[in-house]
């Protein structure tokens, strides 16, 4: 990629199928004129990894993620696992423009705000099993059934050759126990740590293994993810918006819904962080050089050409 043409940004990560963002001709009219010109949007489960895939045949510039997101683990998915993943296969197989698998992954949050309400986990109450469980015991399992998912997943990706995009939320440990187990020497350069958690440990992990950092809205006050993203490699980060979610400043004041034209606050933002880093960063990573950059590491992390 020319670093000294015009700036084009990737929006790795969104959720195109939520209603909030319709209508989509003029949602994605709006990411063009903003200079957006390649967006994912990302399933979390086999009905909404079916509509990412509509959504991306039917709009150029779009591409899909197929997945089951671990808060999404709920009623039919318990005893079902290999069926699930045949079926997601088969999702992932129906389209070229479906580039990963994604997102999948960990998720402890949730379960802990279940266990401070002190109510039986949700999973299990829709699907009428085990009435009498703990809400601890049932967290357990449905952690478990989290972890089984994750794997099952992710050698699903590695089986067709897909890029794979991993959510972590207060699950680090776990997380890197189970990459240690299923990582594959083709997934470098293949995996991104989805709106990264600002974990040393997390960061260390992607330098050694090639894998990407996706940094969304939430740098933008987050004084965590603010200095977090000043430690991160230039040939590891990537941008999203998570849209609908987490909208940078300053548009979060006046409204709540993201969507991808936002991606160039999310860049401004990143430069201006790291420009104050050191002199030697203001110069190297300023304007274009930086937007293509990061352009070029999304094309790269998705097997993409310009």
Not at 78 to 105: F, M, T, W, Y
Not at 276 to 296: D, I
């Amino acid at each position: 990629m020319n670093h000294d043409g015009p700036r084009t940004t990737f929006d790795t990560h969104t959720h195109l199928h939520f209603p909030a963002l319709a209508p989509l001709e003029q949602l994605l009219s709006r990411a063009r004129e903003a200079g957006v010109k390649y967006i994912l949007t990302a399933g979390v489960d086999l009905r909404t990894s079916q509509r990412a895939v509509e959504i991306a045949e039917a709009y150029p510039g779009v591409y899909a993620a197929v997945g089951i997101h671990p808060g999404n683990l709920a009623q039919g998915y318990q005893n079902a696992l290999a069926e699930n993943i045949d079926a997601l296969k088969g999702i992932a197989l129906s389209s070229e423009k479906v580039v990963a698998i994604g997102e999948i992954g960990l998720d402890r949050h949730i379960l802990s705000e279940v266990l401070s309400r002190g109510d039986k986990n949700p999973e299990d109450v829709q699907s009428g099993q085990n009435p009498s469980i703990s809400p601890k015991a049932a967290n357990e399992q449905v952690f478990a059934l989290q972890k089984a998912y994750f794997k099952a997943q992710f050698k699903l990706a590695v089986t067709l050759q897909k890029s794979i995009i991993i959510h972590n939320r207060e699950a680090a440990e776990d997380l890197l126990n189970i990459l240690s187990d299923v990582w594959d020497a083709s997934c470098r350069d293949r995996v991104v740590l989805h709106c990264c958690e600002a974990r040393q440990e997390l960061l260390d992990y992607a330098i050694a293994h090639d894998v990407f950092i996706g940094i969304d809205g939430d740098v933008t006050y987050s004084r965590k993810k603010q200095d977090f993203v000043k430690r991160v490699p230039l040939d590891r980060l990537v941008l999203e918006t998570d849209s609908p979610f987490l909208t940078p400043e300053p548009i979060k004041r006046e409204r709540s819904i993201n969507e991808p034209s936002n991606l160039v606050v999310i860049d401004r933002a990143v430069q201006q962080l790291r420009a104050e880093t050191t002199e030697e960063a203001a110069t190297q990573e300023s304007g274009a050089f930086f937007t293509n950059q990061v352009t070029e590491n999304a094309l790269k992390l998705f097997q993409m050409s310009t």
